[in-house]
């Protein structure tokens, strides 16, 4: 049975995981707009592995004997400078959602709730993934700078990506 702090925590966690999705596609609607397609095509695969993200801690609660309290999902920024900057943000969001993890796993240590320590592992693993991505973007992005030609062949190279679901453990 799940501690019901760790359910608290975890309830939040899946909130913060869904609003991720929706900032992803956000910025993937920002980039449209901008005329960056594989870019924005790279949010909407970010996007769908958020919603992955959060499906897989709800699916979670509810093994572990917990209920899901879905909570309203804040509205996303929609407007930012440049690509650059949008990287630059998703950089950020990782790293504060890294934060968020470790809180929780930090907490279902302390609670002596091991299952949820065991899967939130998997967790821990996916943000140094998640956070090196958006790095290697930011530094990408950096050397571009304001060349259109390699600017549209990030572009297309990011036109590429598509979501594939981990395989279930």
């Known amino acids: 049975m799940i501690k019901e702090k760790v359910e608290k925590a975890l309830n939040g966690q899946i909130n913060a995981e869904l609003y991720s999705g ?11 707009s901008i005329s960056l ?8 695969v970010q996007a769908s592995e958020e919603q992955f993200h959060g499906m897989k801690m709800y699916d979670y609660l509810i093994e572990a004997g917990g209920r899901a309290n879905l909570m309203t999902i804040e509205a996303p920024k929609s407007e ?10 998703v950089l950020e969001h990782e790293q504060k959602v890294t934060s968020l993890i470790n809180d929780l796993v930090d907490l279902a240590f302390s609670e002596k709730d091991h299952a949820s ?3 939130l592992q998997w967790f821990i693993h996916e943000q140094v993934e998640e956070e090196s991505t958006a790095s290697d973007m930011v530094g990408k992005m950096n050397m571009i700078k304001d060349d259109p030609s390699a600017l549209f062949m990030f572009d297309q190279e990011l036109a590429k990506r598509v979501f594939t679901p981990p395989v279930k453990e």
């Open 80 to 89: 930012w400078k440049g690509p650059l900057d949008v990287f630059k943000a």
């Open 22 to 32: 929706y900032l992803y596609l956000s910025m993937s609607a920002y980039l449209e």
């Open 117 to 119: 320590y065991n899967m």
């Open 37 to 44: 397609p594989g870019m924005a095509n790279w949010m909407r």
